[in-house]
């Protein structure tokens, strides 16, 4: 099992590689909340997004022998892009299976890193990844039940918690749970006072229910949600350090998705994706819970088309 | 005359409120480029501009009798409003004179900061100004004319060139020519080799004219662009200094900025408004002078209606 001395050694294998991203604050944003916040700003990773982490530490991870037979994931978003990154920056094939329907930008991020793409039909893309492992030797890199994924994302917390002291809570958005399980393995150990807290938009509260019931919920079917970074269900790994490490999640409505990722934009002159504003919305909802002490929050990527603003 | 020990003056006075501003890289700019490309996010500043650097400066720098009159200034832009917020962090009164035009936003940003607004016609804001300055005693604090407004501006070429080591040149917006001038005043101690480069849109080209010619050349009439924060002509310091530190004057097309602005929004995942968006289009009119070389650019501001995104 995952723990914090993968976190470690991810941060050896991935420094200098990934951005240590900027950690910003706004006095505007602290007058309205009464507490200060610390935005840790993994939209500014490589590759628009924290999960270049996190694909970049699976790719690095892995065996000279099992390396040369490449990696292969599925994924329409940041996971797909990160991960084509990663493989070209060690020379190694990458297969990415997409449903039919992923939109060209995403497709063409992927192939301008030089990754194979693979189309199908969404609910086939399991199948078909298995399918190109058993012909190819690939290595699956799952985007976020994979142990070495988990590792990755870790690192930023290991990070914030450095760059900013006595924090109160960290909270990050939360789908298939890779960064919030991360983030709770380096909590735990370096700082157990901090509240670990995730994200998650309403209309897929499949966590939120996961963690309050104690039974892994199934995945909403055909969520409608701005975050659709946000989609997946909790992973099976995610699932269990989440709730050995007691991370709680806040669930927040579609307007106020969109009216954080307004405020990044406007106020604070940063380009955060909805999944990743979900973090200031759910800040919003629990701040008097934390009136005067250190928050940060974690928006994930930048990777967007700008719909919800003019929308 | 204003000289490199009113910067090192005003770094002590705004230290600490003003933001360090980070600096950012891209590899993907990098190799479109051929050279290493070093963003300083002044965009990322209080204010959402460069500005809050110059107006608290001219605000601190105050003698207590006279701060206590009060500032006014003239600006329908970031300074006026950067001047508001400097003046409230003082608690001494702020006039801003706007014209009957200016957008209800910015006069909103100026009021939100406790300044008094006094509208005028365009052509009369000088007037009106030093009839307020007659008035009430209060010290003008011209945008890029006042001494002590270089000096805070200069502070931002203080910072990269701690950031950044062997600096071949470093590009800033050019208007008034405020920052441009500042960062001049600070090359030419601290690192005469790097060249001092004003990006200037080429419908409001009177600094490439000016500095061509060694006369200053008079305001364009009515310019279009849009960088509409570019629109004032070269200041008389501002020129002095440019000509005698042999600056250079870089002037870029309506469509290149609107490319760099995208760039910075799309690729860099940061807000950076047209005016700050020409040391992009700027960098690559001359990148091949560069080569293999690091170079600075200072986007100014990210205070922008996105009308240039959607239109």
Known sequence: MVDFTDVQAAVDRIAGIVHRTPVMTSATLDRELGLRAFVKCENLQKCGAFKARGALNAVLALPEAAAARGVCTHSSGNHAAALAWAASRRGIRCVVVMPDSA?????????????????????????????????????????????????????????????????????????????????????????????????EPAAVDDAARSLQSGVRAPRV??????????????????????????????????????????????????VVEPSGATVLAALRAIAPEFRGRNVAVVPTGGNTDFRWLTG
Chains 1, 2 share one sequence.
């Open 103 to 199: 939109p060209k930008v995403k497709v063409e991020a992927v192939r301008g890193y030089g990754a194979e793409v693979v189309f199908c039909k969404q609910t086939e893309r399991e199948a078909v990844c298995a399918r190109i492992q058993r012909e190819t030797g690939a290595a699956l890199v799952h985007p976020f039940e994979n142990e070495q994924v988990i590792a990755g994302q870790g690192t930023v917390a290991l990070e914030v918690i450095e760059q900013v002291p006595d924090l109160a809570a960290i909270i990050a958005p939360v789908g298939g749970g890779g960064l919030l399980s991360g983030i709770a393995l380096v909590a735990g150990v370096l700082s157990p006072q901090t509240a670990v807290i995730g994200a």
């Open 221 to 270: 079917v055909d969520p409608v949600t701005v975050a659709d970074g946000l989609l997946t269900a909790l992973g099976e790994p995610n699932f269990a350090i989440l709730q050995s490490h007691h991370a709680r999640i806040v669930t927040v409505a579609e307007d106020a998705i969109v009216a954080a990722a307004r405020y990044f934009l406007e106020r604070m002159k940063i």
